[in-house]
């Protein structure tokens, strides 16, 4: 969708602090780990409150496609139909020695999740599985996942351009081994080869040489969820060798998960306490999690507010003034978006690094961030890693998503504060945050009573 007069959406202005409590939908990285798993396992499992979203239903899609029963459990409160709570998952609903099937074709959108833990999966598929997704998919890097399953034993047929679209050839199982790849264009590329590993013949250990991986969290939240579904796994930050892990091989159990909330996906949220000076309180914000938003807590104190657990949730407080911040995001890129914006509000100026691999995400955010704000009247330089923010006044005027979700609730944020903001394909938001506009209506005008 382009930005036609029709598609723009007047993003509200906050005319009071907000004062809300608002529950964020599942979180994407931990839904589509939890389906991977799942569908690798001996036995069926739950998914329960798991993200639907444009990015989990195409990887629940990717994996029925492989043969794997995924099944809406309905919700008992409201009998709707494909409107629950949980995802039951039955990993060899036919009862057939190899429960993984060829032919197959699998979508993978724009989600990267999708792109890069599938290949993996289907190389111990039996037969041809064909990926494909969105133009901007062909770009998006993924030359690290192809060369490496095929140094494990893997057929690929990519027409030498080591990204989308490509064929795997599966033979119903990998021999595994050791491999070395190049991830610093993406954690999810390890992430991909260890969430399969054990179910590997040799199981699978991961070298990586190469720049620094960026989104370590990423890669322990899918340690974590590995161990918990039973693997053995060695990991660099438990005394293990720097940017090694290694997976055994080994059944994986069916379990039930229930998937935290996205807390990049509250980023949005808090950053509407902090510039409205108001008060937002996340629901169900885990104690301890792996979740890289989780730092947001650390961050957005940095740029001037206060948050405590309370027994409702994370309750965050904005401080009144807002400040600058100089940060290495290198570990964390998914908040850069939603952090730009509230830099672009701050009363000083702010530094962002560590952040160059944004520039293969749903969009060059680098790029689409100056521009966009800038377009707004803002003075944002791209650097070699990242970004410049001169808190100027802004004004309104259309801002372009570049079919980003994060992107368009930056946006968002900025129309709090600035007048006349319309922002481009807001329904873009619908990969990993559906209903966001209805959330963040409901957030600033919430029921009474
Ligand atoms: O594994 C995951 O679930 C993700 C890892 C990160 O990817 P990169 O390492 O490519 O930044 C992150 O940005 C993405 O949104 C989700
Ligand atoms: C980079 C992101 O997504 P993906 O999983 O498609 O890489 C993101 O959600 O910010």
């Given at each position: ?13 906050a ?37 639907r ?67 993996p999966?289907?190389?111990?598929a ?27 034993g ?46 590997f ?36 930050e ?13 059944a ?24 409205t ?21 650390d ?110 609730t ?15 394909n ?23 009573g």
């Open positions: 969708m382009t930005g036609t007069l029709e598609a723009l959406w007047p993003a509200p202005t005319t009071d602090p907000v004062d809300a409590v608002v529950t964020v939908p599942g979180s994407k990285s931990a839904t589509n780990r939890a389906l991977v798993l799942a569908s690798l396992a001996d036995q069926p499992g739950y998914v329960r409150r798991p993200l979203s444009r990015d989990s239903l195409l990887m629940a899609e990717g994996l029925r496609a492989l043969g794997v029963g995924i099944e809406d459990i309905l919700n008992s409160s409201t009998g709707v139909p494909g409107g629950g709570d949980a995802w039951r998952v039955l990993p060899n609903r036919y009862g057939l020695p190899n429960p993984l099937l060829g032919p197959a074709r699998v979508d993978v959108g724009n989600a990267g999740t999708v792109m890069r833990f599938l290949p999966v289907a190389a111990l039996d037969g041809a599985v064909h990926f494909d997704g969105d133009p901007r998919s062909h770009e998006r890097p993924l030359g690290g996942v192809i060369t490496a399953l095929r140094a494990l893997a057929r690929i047929e990519d027409e030498g351009r080591g990204a989308l679209p490509l064929t795997v050839h599966g033979t119903g199982g990998l021999v595994g081994g050791t491999v070395t790849v190049d991830a610093s264009s993406s954690s999810q590329f390890v992430s991909a080869l260890l969430l399969s590993g054990p179910r013949q040799q199981g699978v250990e991961v070298r990586h040489c190469g720049d620094p991986v960026p989104s370590l969290p990423h890669i322990r939240m899918t340690v974590e969820m590995l161990r918990a579904a039973g693997a053995q796994v060695d990991a660099p438990d005394g293990g060798e720097p940017d090694v892990w290694r997976v055994s091989p080994g994986l159990l069916g379990r039930d998960v229930v998937v935290e909330p996205d807390l990049s996906n509250a980023a949005p949220f808090l950053a509407a306490a902090l510039v000076a108001g008060t937002v309180t996340v629901r169900d914000w885990p104690e301890r999690t792996s979740q890289p938003g989780d730092q947001l807590r961050l957005f104190t940095r740029m001037g507010g206060r948050c405590e657990h309370t027994p409702d949730g994370l309750r965050f407080t904005g401080g009144g003034r807002v400040h600058g911040l100089d940060a290495d995001l290198h570990e964390v890129g998914e908040l850069a978006p939603v952090i730009a914006a509230v830099a672009a509000l701050a009363d000083s100026p702010s530094r962002l690094s560590g952040i160059a691999h944004l520039r293969l995400h749903e969009t060059d955010r680098l790029k689409a961030l100056a521009d966009e704000l800038n377009g707004l009247g803002g003075d944002v330089t791209e650097t070699a890693d990242g970004l410049r923010i001169n808190p100027r006044p802004l004004r309104g005027g259309v801002f372009h998503t570049y079919e980003d979700h994060r992107l368009a930056a946006a968002a944020v900025i129309g709090l504060a600035v007048p006349g903001v319309r922002v481009e807001v329904q873009t938001t619908a990969k990993t945050l559906p209903g966001f506009t209805g959330l963040w209506d409901s957030m600033l005008t919430p029921a009474k």
